[in-house]
């Protein structure tokens, strides 16, 4: 059990009411091979798990002593193996523990009555961090996935009302026309299933940024796509011509899209959407 009195977590209570700052690991380890990912390098692909009436401790201890209302578990992926996020989250449920938490959660290991179990148990926003939006870019990120999975996820986070983020990893290698089509398409999709539910919190686009030790660095440095001399502990993004632009352009695309715009296509009422735009922002 982390020692909390060396670190008082008080001291961030009031600086960051957006998200959940607080974090607790329930897991170390990542059995996926994303080939961009720097969790098997610092953590190693065996996952080691924490019991889950430890981890229901720690979070018990955090809100009893130091008044923490949510906290973010820290793991590469929260619900993987789902069935160790279930029995935590039957724990808090059995303790009758009410606190908040959110987590990074992988698509295809996530199942309509698993959300309904995370929800009862203080489920705040599902974040998915699927980085590729069309089957070339998820192909060469190793995602082990594909776009069907990322919508089937995308039907059961917006059906449920739980508030979700997608990020997204764009102009990475080889990208083609086609591609950036497909993660347009994509991203159109996301917001459409969530228009009518209200509960798309953010689509997050990013470029690549290289990391040391990862295979899919390694490949750029071999192909000198980027200046093998480049330190890479600095940060270090892939983001080449002709595609230089796209982050930009999609990320402004998605403002633009904005929770008015697509609560007006649902129908409401214009107090419903001054309360739901205070609520987003």
């Keep these: ?36 990912c720097l969790y098997p390098v610092l953590q190693g692909h065996c996952v080691r798990l924490r019991s889950p009436e430890r981890v229901v401790d720690e979070l018990a201890l955090l809100q009893q002593e130091f008044g923490i209302r949510s906290v973010h578990f820290t793991d590469a992926v929260v619900n993987q193996p789902a069935g160790h996020l279930r029995a935590i989250c039957q724990e808090m449920l059995r303790r009758r523990l009410e606190i908040g938490w959110t987590g990074f959660f992988r698509e295809d290991t996530l199942s309509e009555e698993d959300l309904a179990l995370y929800q009862r148990s203080g489920l705040l926003t599902l974040y998915f961090s699927g980085d590729g939006a069309s089957d070339y870019t998820l192909k060469l990120l190793g995602k082990d996935l594909v776009r069907e999975q990322i919508l089937a996820a995308a039907n059961l986070a917006a059906a449920s009302g739980v508030l979700t983020v997608y990020h997204f990893l764009v102009n990475l290698p080889g990208e083609t026309q086609s591609s950036v089509d497909q993660t347009r398409d994509l991203l159109e999709q996301l917001f459409s299933l969530h228009a009518t539910h209200s509960n798309l919190g953010a689509v997050v686009i990013s470029n690549l940024r290289l990391y040391s030790g990862t295979p899919l660095t390694a490949e750029i440095l071999k192909h000198r796509l980027i200046d093998p001399r480049q330190d890479l502990l600095y940060p270090t993004y892939f983001n080449p011509p002709p595609w230089d632009h796209l982050r930009h352009e999609l990320t402004a695309w998605c403002m633009r899209q904005g929770a008015l715009s697509y609560l007006d296509n649902a129908g409401l009422s214009a107090e419903n959407r001054d309360s739901h735009a205070h609520h987003i922002a």
């Design 1 to 36: 059990m982390p020692d909390w009195r060396i670190f008082d977590p008080r001291l961030y209570l009031d600086q960051n009411r957006y998200v959940a700052f607080m974090g607790v690991e329930t897991k170390r380890g990542c059995p996926n091979s994303c080939r961009y």
